[in-house]
Each structure stands twice: as C-alpha cells, then as structure tokens.
C-alpha cells in the first residue's frame, strides 16, 4: 500500500515559487499503473484539482493553471513535486497530493489522500 | 472541460433518516468500457477527503452498504439509506472521464 506526504514552505512572497514535495512511501512510483495528482483547497473553499503525472512522466494540468504548474517526480526517490510559479494570494490554500489506483487499466478511484500541507502567500 | 454540479448546497438530515445528493456534468462520464468515470468523496471535519464511491456505484474498500452510488453518463446520485452522526462532512462528486474535476459540495449536518 502507497502511503504519501506533503512538504514544503508554509509561506511563500507574492510573484515567487511555489515549491512542494510528495513522498510516496511503498510501492516504487515508477512500477505501478497508478498515477499522483496535486490538489487544493483554500479556506472554506471546494477542491480544485491542479494535475497529475503518471509513472512514465506524462502529466496533466487544469486548463486553468498550466501556465503556471509544473508537475515532475524523481522515480529515485519516489518523490512528486509541484512548482507553482507567479503566485498570489488566491494560491493560498491546502496542498494535497493523492493517488489514483489504476491496475490493469481498470481504476479504482483517488484511493490515497495525504494530510495536506498549507501555503500562505503573503509578503 | 466538463464542468460539475451538485446540488443541494447544503442538507440537514435527522439521524436514522436518508439522505440523498445530485451531481451532473456537462458531458457524459461514459467511458467505451462501460463505465462512467464519477467519483463520490467525503471530507469531515478537519480531515482530507475521503474516497466512498468510484465508477459511479463501487463502494470503496470499507465504505457501509448505507452509501449507494446510482447514475450513468450526466446525471448521478449519492444516498445514504440511514444517516448517522459520523456522515457530517462535505460531499464532492469527482469526474475522472477526462482530466479531473470536482463538483461544489455539499454540506451534511445532523438535525
């Protein structure tokens, strides 16, 4: 069973970076069909989901942020990251990274959630 | 991009009786297997969500036969046949037929 956790600063400046990190305990990232997602949710706010990447490195953004979002992973580590560029205050929210379980082309849903890491955006 | 609705917003249900939330999309969630690729999440109370519901009608691993999913292509329905204290939270509906998007929310409490 993967198990994953987020990290990262909890305060970014306004026009900076972004910077997040999800390890992925378990199973090795690059061997399995499943894939990772980024997702937020600011303060009182609904669940916006930023994008994926799939064991081959192919990824997936919202229409609305891949300008912005780059999502990569070190397969060596069994670790994603989410690089967020240009930020301000509405990129304040809950980070989340999550699985979801594919195995033999057949899916199984956003089975794995981290806790989630916060990020302020503020000068 | 398909674009999520759930409705109501929010639900007030006495203990022991149903409950029952919409979620439609703009297009359909078919997939050529058969499939229609809606999710159903709960996130109580300062917890991250929670997977109930995949494929439209698929319990997750754990998940009491209270919670049913029914619907295919647009239109989608989470139940639960008897609600308890514990179900308090936020229910999303989730598309994963083309890239993901999560409808509103909506909000259970207990009368």
């Known amino acids: 069973q993967q198990l994953v956790q987020e990290s990262g600063p909890g305060l970014v400046r306004p026009s900076q970076t972004l910077s997040l990190t999800c390890t992925v305990s378990?199973?090795?990232?690059?061997?399995?069909?499943?894939?990772f997602n980024w997702i937020r949710q600011a303060a009182g706010k609904g669940l916006e989901w930023i994008g994926r990447?799939?064991?081959?490195?192919?990824?997936h953004y919202n229409s609305s942020l891949t300008s912005r979002a780059t999502i990569s992973a070190d397969m060596s580590k069994n670790q994603i990251f989410l690089k967020l560029t240009s930020v301000t205050a509405a990129d304040t929210a809950v980070y989340y990274c999550?699985?979801?379980?594919?195995?033999?082309?057949?899916?199984?849903?956003?089975?794995?959630w981290g806790q989630g890491t916060t990020v302020i955006v503020s000068s | 991009d398909i674009v999520m609705t759930q409705s109501p917003l929010s639900l007030s249900v006495t203990p022991g009786e149903p409950a029952s939330i919409s979620c439609r999309s703009s297009?359909?969630?078919?997939?050529?297997?058969?499939?229609?690729?809606l999710d159903w999440y709960v996130q109580r109370p300062g917890q991250p969500p929670q997977l109930l519901i995949y494929?439209?009608?698929t319990r997750a691993p754990g998940v009491p036969d209270r919670f049913r999913g029914s619907g295919s292509g647009t239109d989608f329905t989470l139940q639960i046949s008897r609600v308890e204290a514990g179900d308090v939270g936020i229910y999303y509906c989730?598309?994963?037929?083309?890239?993901?998007?999560f409808g509103g929310g909506t909000k259970v409490d207990i009368k």
């Open positions: 989730m598309q994963a037929r083309q890239t993901v998007a």
């Open positions: 297009q359909s969630l078919l997939h050529s297997n058969g499939y229609s690729y």
């Open positions: 494929l439209s009608s």
């Open positions: 990447i799939y064991s081959d490195g192919k990824t």
């Open positions: 999550t699985r979801s379980a594919v195995e033999y082309s057949s899916y199984f849903g956003m089975d794995v």
């Open positions: 378990g199973d090795s990232i690059s061997t399995t069909s499943n894939h």
